[in-house]
């Protein structure tokens, strides 16, 4: 039996999923499809897991497709292998619970999208970026025409996309798709303070919030106050809010704390 091409491991509530394909830079091909998938769709049914860590085996995250699967000799077949991703990846940028991308070395193409599918990019001073499709004739897939121009803006996103140029950490922290820049062996005790840290908010403020936020830029004003005031008014009514308050006026520990400990 192979070994599978995706490690999932769930400790303390904080799921993490683990690209294993370090011989072959963790390139997406179709059993790791199928396994993430699965995986997602396990997260979102599973209440006790309150966030995800998306990470890759040995010293990089993922370089995208594995190209050497990429045999569509039709439009018909094309779009149906990218239908088949947008399932779990929907799923994830959904996901009403925290999800850090912790990006070490090659984060190339679908690596790319998943890791802006998170809400933060925990990266190594190693990390490299880079949305490669038109170097071999194709667009950006897995959802970054949603997701990239969101997180670094239009202009910058074209840059990105037309010219397939890669970018370091530095640079993709200038741009706002990375939260912070970590030492390489630092790198996942870091995303898991911060998964841990997340992991205590109010899961109902939290994927309330989250879902505002994912439809902020395509509404207008009069529809996010609406959201606003439905989504307060539910968290309200939460324990974890009643058990806040107490804690404020008593001045003790908070329930929620940030920022996260340094690694």
Known sequence: MSEKTLLVEQEAGVATLTFNRPEARNALNGEMRVELLEAVQRIRADRSVRAVILRG???????????????????????????????????LIDLDRPVIAAVDGVCYGAGFSFALAADFVIASTRARFCMPF???GLVPDCGAFYTLPRVVGLARAKDLVFTAREIRAAEAKEMGAVLEVTEPEKLHARAAQVAASLAVASPIAFGLAKRALNQSLGSDLRAMLEIESAAQGIAFTTEFHREAVKRFR?????LF???AAEA
Request: net charge negative; hydrophobic share 35%.
């Open 257 to 259: 704390k940030w920022p």
């Open 57 to 91: 085996a040995g010293n990089d995250f993922c370089s995208g497709g594995d190209v050497r699967g990429m045999n569509v000799t039709s439009a018909e077949a094309g779009r149906d292998r990218i239908d088949d991703l947008h399932g779990w990846v929907s799923t």
């Open 250 to 254: 008593e001045k003790a520990d908070p």
């Open 134 to 136: 038109m170097k071999v």
